[in-house]
Structures are given as structure tokens and as C-alpha cells.
């Protein structure tokens, strides 16, 4: 049975950091595609930052790309998202994914490329 378990959200004023993990259980990461999504209330999900299997190929939503970064420990099996220079606009419940599908993504990524999703991890960025 596979299970995404997040940590790392907090709340962190404007211009702050912050550092999400995950751990998967029951997959290697090396198998899948890897991605981080955020929800606002009242919107949709959105992928913020994605990571091939191969770890080769990584994408960004416009809006985060420069200030967060994706990354993967291989032996240990774990994903994180690293966040800096964070915003009120990035105040959102924070989710890891896992997928066997990988697109040349532009602007948008369906959540629907993605099986395995995790509980969630709520960030707060107050201003």
C-alpha cells in the first residue's frame, strides 16, 4: 500500500523560508514522477514543481520558479520542496504527489497525471 506522508509547513512571515518533505512508503522514487501541489480555498490545485523519475527533467509554475526548488535524496527516499523568498499569494494546503505519467508541461499540470497523493502540509505566509 503506498502512502506520501508530508512535514515541514508552518507559518513564516513574507520573504521567509520553509522547507516541505516527503516520505514516500511503498514506492521508490526512482520509479516515479514526483510532484508538489498547492490549494488554496475557493481554487483550483495547482502543480508548483515537478521532478522526472529519471531526475533529469523538473518543472515550475511561473509563479514559484526562481524561488523554489525540488530535490530528492535517493538513498533515504525522500522528496523536499525548498522555499524561499515566500509570499501571502503561496498560502496554501501543500501536497506530494506520485505518477507514472510525464508530459512537456506548459503553465499547467493536471492533477489527474498523478495517483498517489499525501494528506497535505498547510503553509501560511503572513505579510
Known amino acids: 500500500q503506498v502512502q506520501l506522508v508530508e512535514s515541514g509547513g508552518g507559518s513564516v512571515q513574507a520573504g521567509g523560508s520553509l522547507r516541505l518533505s516527503c516520505t514516500p512508503i511503498?514506492?521508490?522514487?526512482?520509479?516515479?514522477?514526483m510532484g508538489w501541489f498547492r490549494q488554496a480555498p475557493g481554487k483550483e490545485r495547482e502543480g508548483v514543481a515537478l521532478?522526472?523519475?529519471?531526475?533529469?527533467?523538473?518543472y515550475y509554475a511561473d509563479s514559484v520558479a526562481g524561488r523554489f526548488t525540488i530535490s530528492r535524496e535517493i538513498p533515504q527516499n525522500k522528496l523536499y520542496l525548498q522555499m524561499d523568498s515566500l509570499k501571502p499569494e503561496d498560502t496554501a494546503m501543500y501536497y506530494c504527489?506520485?505518477?507514472?505519467?510525464?508530459?512537456?508541461?506548459?503553465?499547467?499540470?493536471?492533477?489527474?497525471?498523478?495517483?498517489?497523493w499525501g494528506q497535505g502540509t498547510q503553509v501560511t505566509v503572513s505579510s
Open positions: 511503498g514506492l521508490r522514487l526512482v520509479n516515479y514522477a
Open positions: 521532478i522526472k523519475w529519471s531526475g533529469e527533467i523538473t
Open positions: 504527489a506520485a505518477g507514472t505519467k510525464w508530459r512537456e508541461y506548459k503553465d499547467y499540470v493536471p492533477p489527474d497525471d498523478f495517483h498517489y
